[in-house]
């Protein structure tokens, strides 16, 4: 058998893709074993009714043929409308490239900013692929270190590592962390990609789902257009995780190019799931608000059981369907506390070593699941440290 190219074989790196728990956890489940699974970000309300009806009108009506590869006009052009009201930044068709999820514009991103070979930064705690997805170009990662004890906040001089690095990835909201970078956050790493000429991509696939503050884009700072990257998605905002439906916004050159590559890709999306996302999109800022309303309610309920406690820190979670509590009293490592709550109470969480050592110690806990369980599932995780700080 031919050899495998270095760039498919090292993709994952050494060790663990950091999803073991999630698989045992689902290895479980197809045994017929109950668990009460928060470790991914998956709604528990599924794809509203209105949306797959009109998924499925437009299937029925001829959609499904070849469509446009950058997204139809009308679907970019909605895009590019609502970055525009969110932003303030004027935003046009040209600048947004529809892509198959919100993964495939992290990955498009950085393909156009790096060459293999090169390094590419991103903060940690950060989401479970962007590793990956720099690996897959062939090119070096440098992970940026932002503390627990600042909130997971970084500071100018957690940045000072990416300055061989061609491009700086962020997320706000973040996953896993639920923190929201604040203005001055936002300002300082851009003063840092001016500085030293890099793309700051930005991942804000979460940006409905704010609970406190304000979400600002670095494409909102002074001279930053045509040096940032933003990646969004309906797979949070509209409960729409299977459909695929994600874009990248980029300057008009950058997206030129990557048509080229979602030709020799994806093909662009099926017509009639662009169809439905215009439809989603439509529905507008109530519908959303709708969809983010649980996460909202569910942070509220960790904050006030977690407030307290002696042997637990919860991260403030200001954006997205997460939690991070800091677990480091207990003495066990995140992976550790994360196998034992699977193994002896059937809860599964995912341990903040997934996410990047700056996570070392802490539990990432995704708020998608009925709040009764969550509830229980919180009494628990509250029990065990308890018996292992006494």
Known sequence: MPILSNRVSNIVGEGSDGWD???RARNLEDQGIEIINLTIGEHDIGTNELILDEMHRAAKSGKTGYAPVPGSHELRDCIADRVTQRTGVPTTRDQVLVTAGGQAALFASHSAALDPGDAAAYITPGYATYEGTIRALACKTIQLAARSRNNFQP???DLG???????????????PTGTVYARDTVEAICDFAKQNDKWVISDEVYDTQLWEGDHVSPRMINDMVDRTMIIG?????HAMTGSRVGWLIAPQ???????DQSTVTTYGLPGYIQAAALFALGLGDAFEAKVADPFRRRRDIAERMFSNDPNLRMIPSNGAMYTMLDIRNTGLSGDDFAAKLLDEHRIAVMPGESFGAAAAGHLRIALTTEDAKMVAAFETIKSVAEELTS
């Open 155 to 157: 500071t100018p001089e």
């Open 233 to 237: 998605s309906l797979s949070k905002s």
């Open 253 to 259: 050159n950058v997206v030129e190019k990557l048509i």
């Open 21 to 23: 728990i999630l698989y």
């Open 161 to 175: 590592p990416a300055k061989p690095a061609k491009s700086l990835l962020i997320c706000t909201p973040c996953n």
